[in-house]
Structures are given as structure tokens and as C-alpha cells.
């Protein structure tokens, strides 16, 4: 595809539940992020992974979020046990090389994840 | 500690005015800067950015932004505002780690 992809693009879960949410990064990027959006708020780093390895996850809130990318190209972040708290737009971004600065992050269009 | 402020979480502009977003940071090492702007139900767009070199940056759709380090400010402008202008923008910077740190944001508004 063109563009970074995630899906579901919406998401409603009750409290407790465990969600799944995808991210299809640009073929052939290396660097994949995700990022969490509240309400109103810029978006705050949750992990990084450089092709299979998660190289930086001290942004993940609680020991209930959990990502992978097992194969160096799409990634699943986790959230198990669903709090309202969670309720947040998730965005994924993906990068050529590195992370570094010289390398522009593509993001995606989002999950928005709704927490009745 | 890090950190990107954005003042003015909401800013109003006539069309054809002036846009003036404001940008700072705090660091003690050379950042990396950013501007995204952000459409309803989008995801995030790059304006532009600084990395190294000169300090006035061009953009697309008009923008520009111009590093100042005495002030640590990094503030975006765009001569005469359009109506298509109208979104949510963020700055962001990377302190060195990989990871980008992002501004609450800030809504502009054109009006008529």
C-alpha cells in the first residue's frame, strides 16, 4: 500500500475486555512506532521497534499494554483488560531507516479505541 | 526535564491573514524539530522540519518555520491564511532518542 494502514479504524470495547489493534507499516521501513492520543492531547510515544526488535518500550503505561512484530513488518499492539482510561486514538508511524531525526515518521490514520 | 509547549491551544485568523503558531522547547542538546498537522479522523501529516543547517525552514502549503536556539523556539508561519488551512497542528521534537516528543496542539481557526 501507499500509506501506513491500521485497523480496525474504530474500536468499542467494554471494560475488561482484551483488544487487538494492527498496524501494516510502508514496505521495506524499518522503524515502527506507536503513539497514544487522548482527547485533546498530542500524541505520547509508547514503544519503537527497529524491524523485530523492540528497542524502546518505557513509554507503554501499565504492564497491560503489550506489542510485538514478530516479523520485522506488521505490528500488534495489545491491551488487555480494557480500562476507561484506555480510551485514547492509537497511531502508528513508520520510518525508512532509523528513528533519527533525518528520518521522516509516515504516520497512519489511527484506532480510535472507545472503553464503556 | 524535556518538554515541547504550545501556547494558545486555540488561535482564530481572517483569510489572508497573517498564521502564527508558537512553538518552544526545552533541551540541553541540539533537537530535532517538527511541525505535523493533523485533519479531523486523519492521521498526521509533516509540514516540515530541522534537522541540521539553516535555521529558516520551508514547508508544504506555504508554511515555513524558523529555529531559534538563543530562544529555543521553533514557531511556524504562513503569510496569508486559507481557509483549507483550518486543522489542528503540532510540534514535535526529537531530543536524540528515537522517539518524538509532541506539543498539546494547537486548533486554528480562518475565518471568513
Known amino acids: 500500500g501507499a500509506g501506513v494502514s491500521q485497523s480496525p479504524r474504530y474500536k468499542v470495547a467494554k471494560r475488561g475486555q482484551d483488544v487487538a489493534l494492527r498496524c501494516d507499516p510502508i514496505?521495506?521501513?524499518?522503524?515502527l512506532f506507536w503513539y497514544q492520543q487522548a482527547l485533546g492531547q498530542g500524541p505520547e510515544f509508547l514503544t519503537y521497534?527497529?524491524?523485530?526488535?523492540?528497542?524502546?518500550k518505557s513509554g507503554l503505561p501499565s504492564d497491560r499494554f503489550f506489542a510485538e512484530r514478530p516479523e520485522g513488518s506488521v505490528s500488534t499492539l495489545k491491551i488487555q483488560r480494557t480500562q476507561q482510561e484506555d480510551s485514547a486514538v492509537y497511531l502508528c508511524?513508520?520510518?525508512?531507516?532509523?528513528?533519527?531525526?533525518?528520518?521522516?515518521?509516515?504516520f497512519g490514520p489511527g484506532t480510535r479505541l472507545t472503553v464503556t | 526535564a524535556q518538554s515541547v509547549t504550545q501556547l494558545g491551544s486555540h488561535v482564530s485568523v481572517s483569510e489572508g491573514a497573517l498564521v502564527l503558531l508558537r512553538c518552544n522547547y526545552s533541551?540541553?542538546?541540539?533537537?530535532?524539530l517538527f511541525w505535523y498537522v493533523q485533519y479531523p479522523n486523519q492521521g498526521l501529516q509533516l509540514l516540515l522540519k530541522?534537522?541540521?543547517?539553516?535555521?529558516l525552514v520551508k514547508g508544504i502549503n506555504g508554511f515555513e518555520a524558523e529555529f531559534k536556539k538563543s530562544e529555543t523556539s521553533f514557531h511556524l508561519t504562513k503569510p496569508s491564511a486559507h481557509m483549507s488551512d483550518a486543522a489542528e497542528y503540532f510540534c514535535?521534537?526529537?531530543?536524540?532518542?528515537?522517539?518524538?516528543?509532541f506539543g498539546t496542539g494547537t486548533r486554528l481557526t480562518i475565518i471568513p
Open positions: 521497534f527497529q524491524n523485530e526488535a523492540q528497542l524502546d
Open positions: 508511524a513508520s520510518s525508512h531507516l532509523s528513528g533519527h531525526g533525518f528520518d521522516e515518521q509516515y
Open positions: 530541522y534537522t541540521t543547517g539553516a535555521t
Open positions: 514496505s521495506g521501513h524499518v522503524s
Open positions: 533541551s540541553s542538546v541540539p533537537p530535532y
Open positions: 514535535a521534537v526529537d531530543f536524540g532518542n528515537e522517539k518524538l516528543t
